[in-house]
């Protein structure tokens, strides 16, 4: 039976997924690796900022060292940055707080379970603080989504066991973590056909059939 649902953050909750794309892209067009895509981007979601990072470097001509693959990807992080000091509530995705208070009032334990480092400033900035019981983030782990370390992070956090956690993405990345850790998974957002999840919808407040996947 599920007690908990652990949230993906970004493209789950908050709209932050052109934001990434513009500061990698900043970054890619710096480096002159004109053939960073959106389709590129898309394999982005949901893994850390490190593995965002090699996606970037696959077409980029040269080798970089660690040191510098260091540098890059503060650099990314400090344009991104940029970007989120204009967040407010306006960046929560349609409904998402009075999905959260509806389920918090059926009794559901909810946490975030998501690779960014910045989710404790996003969570803040868009007033998503108070509708969670626990986070896990980019902060918390080692490594990066498919591994489902940050779900089993979030999971302990609750004081449940996998099998009684749903987790909710929006990356293929995501959903294979959220069942290489033994919890089922709700794909949401614009590829939600493409991930393979066990319950689907286009977004969190298209949901239908909470009975039947909470059960
Ligand atoms: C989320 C996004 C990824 C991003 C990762 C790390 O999972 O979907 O695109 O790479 O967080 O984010 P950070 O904010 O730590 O760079
Ligand atoms: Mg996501």
């Known amino acids: 039976m599920i007690k908990g649902i652990i949230f993906d953050l970004d493209g ?16 890619a067009d710096e480096l002159q690796i004109t053939g960073f ?17 090699e996606i970037v470097l696959e077409k980029a001509d040269r080798v970089y060292t660690e040191e510098e693959k260091a540098e890059l990807a503060e650099r990314k992080n400090n344009y991104y940055l940029e970007l989120l000091e204009h967040m407010d509530e306006s960046a929560v995705l349609k409904n998402v707080k009075e999905v959260l208070a509806g389920l918090k009032e059926r009794g559901f334990l909810l946490a975030v379970g998501s690779a960014s480092k910045n989710a404790p400033v996003i969570l803040e900035k ?15 782990t080692t490594k990066s989504k498919p591994d489902p370390e940050v779900f089993l992070v979030a999971a302990r956090k609750l004081e449940l066991s996998p099998g009684q956690c749903l987790v ?7 959903i ?6 033994g919890m089922k998974s709700l794909g949401v957002g614009p590829f939600y056909r493409l991930l393979h999840a066990d319950y689907e919808a286009p977004m969190l407040c298209e949901v239908q059939n909470w009975d039947e996947i909470l059960k």
């Not at 868009?126 to 918390?140: A, R, V």
């Not at 294979?176 to 850790?181: K, V």
Request: proline residues 2%; charged residues 30%.
């Open 126 to 140: 868009t007033g998503l603080l108070p509708y969670l019981d626990k986070i896990g983030c980019g902060l918390d």
């Open 12 to 27: 789950v909750l908050v709209s932050t997924d052109e934001m990434h794309y513009l500061a990698w892209k900043r970054l």
């Open 37 to 53: 895509t959106r389709e590129d981007n898309r394999r982005q979601r949901g893994v850390s900022r490190m593995a965002s990072l």
């Open 168 to 174: 909710v993405e929006d990356s293929a990345a995501g």
């Open 176 to 181: 294979e973590a959220a069942a290489a850790g």
